[in-house]
């Protein structure tokens, strides 16, 4: 299977299952709408009698010698060599748990998928015990894991900072008996950052989400506090703080959400950026379609384009010396995850659980409220080990929509709860989604494809890889 | 080659081969908490 698509000038085609990403000029995009495997000596007479108008009979036949070459280096149309992996996929160790320690908030945001902070599940406080069962759990289960991640999550963790402080306590005083080592990571809206918590998250943590939705008009509507106003002018000095104070080998992201209130999104990205953050996440909003700001399929184009507009933006950008990073078009062609873990996906459920207030543990964050997706009860000491083996089997193999998407092995399957709570069924690709990824891949793998043609010596750089 | 230039190692099926140590980050503990992205993680085998 092979994807082929143009952007920003380039012709560029992404070998699916070797993961190969080849440049090509324009008559090889265009030989590639006759050609197949398997391949025979010479160029298809369709293929000659079709393109020789616009191009020499040579350069088609080299070109297609060319094309040969690469499918016997199984670069193009290779072989989908991984469903063998995909039939032993097992229950796998937990490693990583999101750790509701409050489910309680004090902002509104209009599109917050926890129902303002309890997830439906009435307003309250993780107790420091149940945080520390949660610790014991992690250790049980992570069986030969050496790296534990633990996410703070809410709701606002910081309405509940004492019982953070202690569970991170409990969790180093264990982690030597275990021979494990905690990566712990927050999630917050930054309204409560004081120098203390700014102090220990920035010694504690290992990567820390900072929610901001970017100008400060876009954050404001989206982003109150209880009593409305918005929260922008309280976030950003606190923000700012944080990360200048912060080491800058440790993770940090400000993170936003866009919705169809913003589709011109690039511009909060770059308010970001001009504000001094140069780890930037800006998402797309998921929710029902019957809310004024959710995005829905005939927002596709306009979102598209302004992916578009932010990867050409970040390429003049870095040329100007002034990069930053965008979470969603982070890719590395050579050095990303192996092919097993691009079956699976996040893990969640399998190697990943959230655990409740009430020690209740669901398969992720998202499906918390859910009363048919709870695995089981810390203090009850339950655990559906029949549904951990529901959510292993949840693979890109037995997802009908992901089997042919050229897409598969970056996106890994999408959100199991998207999913389920937008198209009925874990397994049934969220399309909405769907379409977004591929977009953020498109221009993503892009971005690599202009970025390695510029650090070629001129004489290499030939100029008939740019078309247009 | 004239035509085409192949811009990576295209080495997902090497990876399969040496993968699924499982030592890699959980998707959804960086920066999404709502749209998934796995090939911007990072492969940590060395790391262990």
């Given at each position: 299977m092979i994807h082929k698509y143009e952007m920003n000038g380039l012709y560029l085609v992404l070998d699916v299952n070797s993961g190969g990403v080849h440049l090509v000029d324009k008559l090889t995009y265009q030989l590639l709408d006759y050609v197949q495997p398997p391949f025979s000596e010479k160029c298809p007479a369709e293929a000659v009698t079709a393109l020789s108008t616009d191009f020499a009979?040579?350069?088609?036949?080299?070109?297609?010698?060319?094309?040969?070459?690469?499918?016997?280096?199984?670069?193009?149309?290779?072989?989908?060599?991984?469903?063998?992996?995909?039939?032993?996929?097992?229950?796998?160790?937990?490693?990583?748990?999101?750790?509701?320690?409050?489910?309680?908030?004090?902002?509104?945001?209009?599109?917050?998928?926890?129902?303002?902070?309890?997830?439906?599940?009435?307003?309250?406080?993780?107790?420091?015990?149940?945080?520390?069962?949660?610790?014991?759990?992690?250790?049980?289960?992570?069986?030969?894991?050496?790296?534990?991640e633990l996410d703070f999550f809410g709701g606002e963790p910081l309405m509940n900072f004492n019982a953070v402080k202690e569970?991170?306590?409990?969790?180093?005083?264990?982690?030597?008996?275990?021979?494990?080592?905690?990566?712990?990571?927050?999630?917050?809206?930054?309204?409560?950052?004081?120098?203390?918590?700014?102090?220990?998250?920035?010694?504690?943590?290992?990567?820390?989400?900072?929610?901001?939705?970017?100008?400060?008009?876009?954050?404001?509507?989206?982003?109150?506090?209880?009593?409305?106003?918005?929260?922008?002018?309280?976030?950003?000095?606190?923000?700012?703080?944080?990360?200048?104070?912060?080491?800058?080998?440790?993770?940090?992201?400000?993170?936003?959400?866009?919705?169809?209130?913003?589709?011109?999104?690039?511009?909060?990205?770059?308010?970001?950026?001009?504000?001094?953050?140069?780890?930037?996440?800006?998402?797309?909003?998921?929710c029902e379609s019957k809310y004024p700001y959710a995005l829905t399929e005939e927002d596709i184009p306009a979102i598209s384009a302004e992916y578009e507009r932010l990867a050409n933006k970040i390429l003049e950008n870095d040329r100007a010396g002034k990069h930053f990073n965008f979470f969603h078009f982070m890719i590395d062609l050579d050095a990303g995850p192996c092919a097993i873990k691009r079956l699976k996906g996040c893990g969640c459920g399998n190697e990943y659980v959230a655990i409740t207030p009430d020690g209740d543990i669901y398969p992720c964050h998202q499906f918390v409220g859910i009363e048919k997706y709870k695995m089981g009860n810390l203090e009850e000491g339950t655990f559906n080990e029949d549904m951990k083996y529901e959510f292993s089997q949840s693979h890109i193999y037995h997802k009908p929509k992901c089997r042919d998407c050229w897409a598969k092995f970056y996106c890994s399957g999408g959100c199991n709860a998207n999913n389920y709570q937008y198209q009925g069924d874990i397994l049934e690709s969220h399309t909405l989604s769907c379409e977004l990824e591929k977009k953020?891949?498109?221009?993503?793998?892009?971005?690599?494809?202009?970025?390695?043609?510029?650090?070629?010596?001129?004489?290499?750089?030939?100029?008939?890889?740019?078309?247009? | 080659?004239?035509?085409?230039?192949?811009?990576?190692?295209?080495?997902?099926?090497?990876?399969?081969?040496?993968?699924?140590?499982?030592?890699?980050?959980?998707?959804?503990?960086?920066?999404?908490?709502?749209?998934?992205?796995v090939a911007n993680q990072k492969c940590e085998k060395e790391a262990k």
């Open positions: 009979l040579q350069d088609i036949l080299d070109c297609y010698q060319e094309l040969k070459e690469l499918y016997e280096q199984k670069i193009l149309f290779s072989n989908d060599e991984y469903e063998k992996y995909a039939r032993f996929a097992a229950p796998a160790p937990i490693k990583a748990m999101c750790l509701h320690i409050s489910h309680d908030c004090n902002m509104r945001c209009k599109y917050c998928f926890a129902s303002t902070g309890d997830f439906g599940t009435g307003r309250k406080l993780m107790p420091v015990e149940t945080g520390k069962l949660a610790i014991d759990f992690l250790l049980k289960h992570s069986q030969d894991r050496k790296f534990l569970v991170v306590r409990y969790a180093r005083e264990r982690e030597t008996e275990y021979n494990k080592k905690f990566r712990f990571t927050i999630t917050t809206n930054g309204t409560l950052l004081n120098d203390d918590s700014i102090d220990f998250i920035n010694s504690e943590m290992s990567n820390v989400v900072l929610s901001i939705d970017g100008r400060k008009e876009t954050n404001d509507r989206m982003r109150p506090v209880t009593g409305g106003k918005g929260t922008y002018d309280i976030i950003l000095p606190k923000f700012k703080k944080l990360v200048e104070q912060r080491d800058k080998n440790l993770d940090y992201y400000v993170r936003g959400t866009f919705t169809k209130y913003n589709l011109d999104f690039a511009e909060d990205v770059f308010s970001l950026h001009d504000a001094g953050f140069d780890q930037i996440s800006v998402e797309p909003v998921v953020r891949l498109e221009c993503a793998i892009m971005i690599q494809a202009v970025k390695k043609m510029e650090n070629l010596a001129p004489d290499e750089a030939s100029t008939a890889f740019r078309n247009c | 080659m004239k035509h085409i230039m192949t811009i990576n190692k295209a080495n997902l099926v090497q990876s399969a081969k040496k993968g699924g140590c499982g030592n890699c980050q959980a998707s959804c503990q960086s920066a999404c908490k709502t749209s998934c992205t």
